[in-house]
Nanobody, 123 residues
Framework: EVQLQASGGGLVQAGRSLRLSCAAS????????VGWFRQAPGKEREGVSC????????YFADSVKGRFTISSDNAKNTVYLQMNTLKPEDTAVYYC????????????????WGQGTQVTVSS
């Protein structure tokens, strides 16, 4: 059974950092893409970042380029989203998801989703 567990959210002040973790099980981790999405109240789910470890491909939304990085630890079956210089507009529920396709920013390309973790950035 494919399972994804997102964690690491919290309440931080603008300018600070958080690291989100997505722990995966039930599939061969390094053969799949893991993506991070976020959804703020009243807004559509937005693709933030993704990583396809097998081909070294990553993606970042324009809104987070230069501030967020993504990495994977295949031994731990975990993908990390390092979020630096956080802004109030980064406030959202963050989800991780997986797909057999290469990196995609489209939520409909992903097959399995974890529960969300709340990130709140105060000004």
């Amino acid at each position: 059974e494919v399972q994804l567990q997102a964690s690491g959210g919290g309440l931080v002040q603008a300018g600070r950092s958080l690291r989100l973790s997505c722990a995966a099980s039930g599939f061969t981790f390094d053969d799949y893409t893991v993506g991070w999405f976020r959804q703020a109240p009243g807004k559509e789910r937005e693709g933030v970042s993704c990583i396809s470890s097998s081909v070294g491909r990553t993606y970042f939304a324009d809104s987070v380029k230069g501030r967020f990085t993504i990495s994977s630890d295949n031994a731990k079956n975990t993908v990390y989203l390092q979020m630096n210089t956080l802004k109030p507009e980064d406030t959202a529920v963050y989800y991780c998801a997986t797909t057999g396709y290469y990196c995609s920013r489209r939520a409909q390309d992903y097959d399995y989703w974890g529960q969300g973790t709340q990130v709140t950035v105060s000004s």
